[in-house]
C-alpha cells in the first residue's frame, strides 16, 4: 500500500529531474574554474559572467534584444488588450469563437514556417532585413498569448461597472480611464510581460528576419558553432534568470486580479 502511494511522486520526481536536470549542467558549469565542462568541479568563480558581459558583441546583442522585448511588450500588451476586450464584448458567440481561433493561428503554426514566410514576405516588399523585421516577427509570436492570457481575465469582467459609469454622466474615455483600466492594468502589464518573456528567447523568426544585426539567442547559437565554453553557459543562464523574472511576476500580477 505505501508503495503504490509513492509511486505517483516517485514518477513526478523523475519527470522534474528529467526536465530540469539539463537547465541546472548548465548554471552549474557557468561557476566552474575549469574551461571544460567537465567533473568533478574544481573551483566556483564569477570571471565567466565578466568575460561574457566584456564582449562588446555581447553587448550589442543584449540591447537589442531588450529593445525587441521593450517594443513586442508594449504594442502586444495594447493591442492583445485590446483585441481581447473586443472579443468579449462581441454578442456573437460564434464569431467571438472564430476571431479567438483565428488570433491564436501563429501559436499553432511551427516558428521555421513563420520565419521563413516574413523573410520571403519581406523580401518581396523589398525590406532589408534588420530590427524592424524582427520586432514585428517577435509581435506576430507573441500577441496569440496576450490575447488568450487578456481573454482569460476579461472573461470574469464585470461591464455593469462600465454601464453604472456611462449613467453616471461619464465619457467613454473617462469610463475607460477611471473605471476599466484600473480593473485590468495588472492583467496587461501581466501579459505584457510575459511577451517580453517570449521575445527575450525567440530565436528562429530571429534568425530568418534580423539580418547582420545580433540577439542574445544568435549570438548564443553562433558562438556554440565554434564550441561550449563556460562564458556561453552564463549567457545561457542570464538569459534564463531574466525569462524566470518575467514569468513570475507575469504570473503573480494575473494573480493579483483573479484571487
Not at 503504490?4 to 514518477?11: A, I, M
Not at 553562433?222 to 543562464?237: C, H, Y
Request: glycine share 6%; proline share 6%; charged share 10%.
Amino acid at each position: 500500500m505505501k508503495l503504490s502511494r509513492g509511486l505517483p511522486f516517485l514518477f513526478l520526481a523523475l519527470v522534474l529531474v528529467y526536465l530540469y536536470a539539463p537547465v541546472v549542467v548548465i548554471v552549474l558549469f557557468s561557476f566552474t574554474t575549469s574551461p571544460r565542462l567537465s567533473m568533478p568541479i574544481d573551483g566556483l568563480t564569477l570571471d565567466w559572467y565578466a568575460n561574457a558581459l566584456s564582449n562588446p558583441l555581447m553587448s550589442a546583442a543584449l540591447a537589442n534584444s531588450l529593445t525587441l522585448a521593450a517594443v513586442s511588450a508594449v504594442l502586444c500588451g495594447i493591442v492583445g488588450a485590446a483585441f481581447a476586450f473586443g472579443l468579449v464584448a462581441l454578442k456573437r458567440p460564434g464569431l467571438r469563437a472564430a476571431l479567438l481561433g483565428a488570433s491564436l493561428l501563429p501559436a499553432i503554426v511551427p516558428l521555421l514556417v513563420i520565419g521563413i514566410s516574413l523573410a520571403v514576405f519581406f523580401r518581396a516588399l523589398g525590406f532589408p532585413q534588420g530590427m524592424l523585421n524582427a520586432a514585428i516577427g517577435h509581435i506576430l509570436v507573441s500577441l496569440p498569448f496576450v490575447v488568450l492570457t487578456m481573454n482569460a481575465r476579461l472573461e470574469t469582467f464585470d461591464f455593469s461597472t462600465l454601464e453604472a459609469a456611462r449613467d453616471l454622466g461619464a465619457t467613454p474615455l473617462r469610463a475607460f480611464r477611471d473605471v476599466t483600466l484600473p480593473l485590468i492594468r495588472p492583467s496587461i502589464i501581466g501579459a505584457a510581460l510575459l511577451a517580453a518573456a517570449l521575445s527575450l528567447d525567440e530565436f528562429v523568426v530571429t534568425w530568418f528576419n534580423i539580418g547582420n544585426q545580433l540577439s542574445v539567442p544568435v549570438l548564443v547559437w553562433g558562438l556554440m558553432r565554434r564550441g561550449v565554453d563556460p562564458s556561453i553557459n552564463a549567457i545561457a543562464t542570464i538569459l534564463l534568470t531574466a525569462l524566470v523574472c518575467l514569468v513570475v511576476a507575469s504570473n503573480l500580477l494575473n494573480r493579483k486580479k483573479t484571487s
